[in-house]
Nanobody, 125 residues
Framework: QVQLVESGGGSVQAGGSLKLSCVASGRTFGIYLMGWFRQAPGKEREFVAAIGRAVGTTRYADSVKGRFTISRDNAKNTVYLQMSSLKPEDTAVYYC??????????????????WGQGTQVTVSS
């Protein structure tokens, strides 16, 4: 089992920045991939970014490319999401996720076995 705890959410004005953190505990040696998803009220959970734990390859949703950066610190079992140039449409609950098996579809909810409790990000105009 892997436990994930997110932090760093909050309220910010459009154009501002926030940095989310996700700390993993438990059987972390088996983690292959970590990602960030978000869910706005009334919408489905959507992919934001992901990073491979071994090599560090990253992938992003088109909507956040150039504004968000995902990074990791394997020694601390922590993944970060630096969010800049935030827009009101970025408002959502952000979830950290981890996969403990090789996955080809990094942007699918079903590719991840473990999820955090979520952290709220609110961007006002």
């Amino acid at each position: 089992q892997v436990q994930l705890v997110e932090s760093g959410g909050g309220s910010v004005q459009a154009g501002g920045s926030l940095k989310l953190s996700c700390v993993a505990s438990g059987r972390t040696f088996g983690i292959y991939l970590m990602g960030w998803f978000r869910q706005a009220p009334g919408k489905e959970r959507e992919f934001v970014a992901a990073i491979g734990r071994a090599v560090g390859t990253t992938r992003y949703a088109d909507s956040v490319k150039g504004r968000f950066t995902i990074s990791r610190d394997n020694a601390k079992n922590t993944v970060y999401l630096q969010m800049s140039s935030l827009k009101p449409e970025d408002t959502a609950v952000y979830y950290c996720a981890a996969a403990d098996a090789v996955r080809m579809d990094w942007d699918r909810v079903g590719s991840y076995a473990y999820w955090g409790q979520g952290t709220q990000v609110t961007v006002s105009s």
